[in-house]
């Protein structure tokens, strides 16, 4: 589904109960749905390029997330709460970013197995 000018993803992509893998980059979604967080398969979520302000705090509930890429956005927050409750995250890729800001203290919420990427 990337570079195809989505500017919305159906909020029953949540019935996607198998799909491992989500590739929305370079398409123009400024929000994702929040039944993404039924997706208990999905283990990559690809953002990349597209004109997100921020991402749903269910995406804590993808209990088998293993990378989540959403750089070259308009991010002003990440959930990182709810993305520290997720044992199997390894890599949070948030660079090119520029409104976002996240305290020293939010950032030590995540485990150290998980690699945090937010500056170039």
């Known amino acids: ?9 159906p909020r029953e992509i949540g019935q996607c ?6 590739d929305v980059s370079f398409n123009r979604l400024s929000t ?3 039944t993404i967080g039924e ?6 979520l690809n953002v ?4 997100l302000e921020n991402l ?7 209990k088998r997330l293993q990378r989540l890429s959403a750089t070259s956005n308009n991010l002003v927050e990440l959930p990182i709460e709810d993305l520290a409750e997720i044992e199997t995250l390894r890599l949070v890729d948030a660079r090119h970013n520029p409104k976002l ?5 939010n950032s030590e919420l995540l485990p150290p197995s998980v690699e945090l990427l937010l500056h170039d």
């Not at 990349?48 to 004109?51: A, F, L, R, S, T």
């Not at 749903?56 to 993808?62: A, F, I, N, V």
């Open 1 to 9: 589904m990337r570079e195809n000018f989505l500017v919305k993803l």
């Open 32 to 34: 994702l749905p929040r």
């Open 56 to 62: 749903p705090m269910e995406l804590g509930e993808c």
């Open 101 to 105: 800001t996240l305290s020293r203290e």
């Open 48 to 51: 990349n390029h597209n004109h």
């Open 17 to 22: 109960h198998e799909l491992r893998v989500i």
């Open 39 to 44: 997706l208990h398969q999905l283990h990559t």
